[in-house]
């Protein structure tokens, strides 16, 4: 199997690599991996370090709305997972422009590509926040979309192309719609890393609003896990829910990373809300676990805990990124 994989150098993407080639590199079904990534300022080589000698691997920096490239490089994989996208809420409220671009335009381009050449399967990484906000209750898979920011419209969008190309033209797509992720490798611009680094730093950290919103985390190992469950064996046309089961407020993960980092609720400034923002997500994922056996492996507990111990040791990971994006 070759897979081409968009934002191959991402948080996901390169978790998603990572794990892909670590198989037997000369068993006869190994997979062969091409990244295609812009390496935008989330984007970071340095994630796919351990697997870049891996003969298995091919990595093309470029833009997935230049249809030129993509058309050259499209021929000869079996399967695309697009993960690549502009991915930060607060960065599409103060401009929405790179997200229509890259998370509408991008996606058809890659779509168009995928088409002409007759990939085998199309696997479209979305979001929860494409079903906006819910008071109770979860969401399933057939709920409507109502996407309230910049970012989850532009990923709605993109996510309806996906299945309107298996719709319209009878393409193999499968749509992975998952909750908040979080782990090693995330870039410190998103809740959890941002904490911690700034924790580690002794700086403050910007608790938004009333520190209510709920969101239900989900370790990158378990989302990827999940995706490569889809890939293999979800049925075309169908949209699968990726969930950690776990739902905390912000307030209570503010205080387990206090915890955490050895500080206290000193080091947190209560700031102006976000606009617009979404007070709680949950989705169900009944399907996936009915369809193919998924339940989520890594514990909350676990997972926070060995995500800080991460970012404790790997501050040569860390800290050119703050610096070059002024955080
Ligand atoms: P990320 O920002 O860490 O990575 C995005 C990657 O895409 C980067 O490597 C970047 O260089 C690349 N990229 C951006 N624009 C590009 C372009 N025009 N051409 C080629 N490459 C480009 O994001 P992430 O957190 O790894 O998210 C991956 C995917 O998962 C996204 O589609 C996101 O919407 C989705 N998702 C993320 C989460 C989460 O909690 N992080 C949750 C749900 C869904
Ligand atoms: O400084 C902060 N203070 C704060 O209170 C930041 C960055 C966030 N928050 C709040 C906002 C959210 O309620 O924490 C929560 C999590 O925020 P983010 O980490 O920005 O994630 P979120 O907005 O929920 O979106 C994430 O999950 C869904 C990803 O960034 C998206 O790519 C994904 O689709």
Request: include cysteine; proline fraction near 4%; charge should be negative.
């Amino acid at each position: 199997m070759r897979i081409l994989i968009t934002g191959g150098a991402g948080f996901i993407g390169s978790e998603f690599v990572r794990n892909l080639l670590s198989g037997d590199a000369t068993s006869q079904d190994t997979p062969r991996v091409t990244i295609l990534d812009k390496l935008t300022y989330s984007g970071n080589v340095a994630n796919l370090a351990t697997v870049a000698a891996d003969p298995r691997y091919t990595f093309v920096e470029g833009d997935i709305c230049d249809a030129d490239l993509v058309d050259q490089l499209m021929p000869g994989h079996d399967v695309v997972v697009h993960f690549a996208a502009e991915s930060h809420v607060d960065r599409s409220i103060a401009g929405s422009g790179p997200f229509v671009v890259t998370n509408v335009l991008g996606t058809q381009v890659l779509l168009d590509a995928a088409r002409k050449h007759g990939v085998g399967r199309f696997v479209h990484v979305s979001t929860d926040e494409v079903y906006g906000s819910i008071e109770t209750g979860s969401w399933t898979e057939d709920w409507p979309l109502a996407p309230n920011s910049p970012y989850s419209a532009s990923k709605a969008a993109s996510d309806l192309l996906a299945l309107a190309y298996h719709r319209t033209h009878g393409m193999d797509v499968v749509v992975t719609r998952c909750s908040n992720n979080y782990g090693h490798f995330q870039f410190p611009e998103k809740m959890i890393p941002l904490f911690v680094t700034n924790l580690l730093d002794g700086k403050r950290v910007p608790l938004y609003g009333d520190g209510g919103n709920i969101r239900d985390w989900l370790h990158v190992s378990d989302h990827c896990r999940g995706i490569d469950l889809v890939m293999r064996s979800g049925r075309p046309g169908e949209v699968y829910h990726i969930g950690g089961g776990t739902e905390v407020t912000n307030k209570e993960l503010t205080a387990r990373l206090l915890a955490a980092c050895g500080a206290d609720w000193g080091s947190v400034d209560h700031v102006e809300d976000r606009k617009g923002h979404d007070r709680r997500y949950s989705l169900s994922i009944d399907k996936l676990r009915d369809e193919l056996g998924y339940t989520p492996r890594v514990s909350f507990e676990e997972g926070l805990e060995s995500t800080v111990v991460w970012y404790r040791e790997n501050r040569a990971w860390w800290e050119p990124l703050r610096q070059k994006a002024a955080l």
